[in-house]
């Protein structure tokens, strides 16, 4: 009896953050070595109804390149592999950036906006003004300004099976009854 596996790119791989194994993702989104749960819960702060955008954190308030292209990448919902072939480079290099190991050149920022679909600029900014700048132009929009006021009444567990809504709204799942 053969079966038929999914190809690696289909496949989500994931790190446990209690044993740090690296794994594909399993049916019941439980760790392989250590039986604990991948999946850790979105916290939302209660007191910023505005936090639509993760706050990114300042370290030394220099240029922080891994920081925006982590941010902007997630906020994209973007793994390294997808940024890695939008950009023609190995997936290594992305992860090299990100962890600070390696600068980019400036023909190498110059397609990683490109890949990000954001401006230069906006990967040299320091964290505070980049995080600043992404939740004034998410509020611009009239529907996610009004979500944001909703959710700020919401308590811990109502936001999070909002959000969680949402999430499968934006994956295009629908739910059965």
């Not at 791989?13 to 819960?41: G, I, N």
């Not at 925006?68 to 997808?82: E, G, M």
């Given at each position: 009896m053969a079966t038929m596996m999914a190809s690696?790119?289909?496949?989500?791989?994931?790190?446990?953050?209690?044993?740090?194994?690296?794994?594909?993702?399993?049916?019941t989104a439980t760790c392989r070595r250590c039986?604990?749960?991948?999946?850790?819960?979105?916290?939302?702060?209660?007191?910023?109804?505005?936090?639509?955008?993760?706050?990114p954190v300042a370290e030394d308030g220099g240029l922080q390149v891994a920081h925006a292209v982590r941010d902007?990448?997630?906020?994209?919902?973007?793994?390294?592999?997808?940024?890695a072939t939008r950009m023609g480079v190995p997936r290594t290099y992305i992860s090299?950036?990100?962890?600070?190991?390696?600068?980019?050149?400036?023909?190498s920022l110059d397609r990683l906006a490109r890949?990000?679909?954001?401006d230069i600029s906006t990967l040299l900014r320091d964290a505070n003004g980049r995080h600043s700048n992404e939740t004034a132009m998410l509020m611009t929009d009239p529907f996610l300004a009004e979500i944001a006021a909703y959710t700020?009444?919401?308590?811990?567990?109502?936001?999070?099976?909002?959000l969680n809504h949402v999430r499968e709204l934006?994956?295009?799942r629908r739910r059965t009854a």
């Amino acid at each position: 009896m053969a079966t038929m596996m999914a190809s690696v790119e289909q496949r989500e791989v994931l790190r446990c953050d209690h044993c740090s194994l690296v794994q594909f993702r399993t049916a019941t989104a439980t760790c392989r070595r250590c039986k604990k749960c991948l999946e850790v819960p979105v916290p939302v702060p209660a007191a910023a109804p505005l936090a639509l955008v993760p706050t990114p954190v300042a370290e030394d308030g220099g240029l922080q390149v891994a920081h925006a292209v982590r941010d902007l990448r997630h906020v994209r919902n973007l793994s390294q592999r997808q940024l890695a072939t939008r950009m023609g480079v190995p997936r290594t290099y992305i992860s090299k950036i990100e962890n600070g190991k390696a600068m980019p050149t400036l023909s190498s920022l110059d397609r990683l906006a490109r890949a990000l679909q954001v401006d230069i600029s906006t990967l040299l900014r320091d964290a505070n003004g980049r995080h600043s700048n992404e939740t004034a132009m998410l509020m611009t929009d009239p529907f996610l300004a009004e979500i944001a006021a909703y959710t700020s009444q919401l308590d811990t567990l109502q936001r999070s099976i909002f959000l969680n809504h949402v999430r499968e709204l934006a994956a295009g799942r629908r739910r059965t009854a």
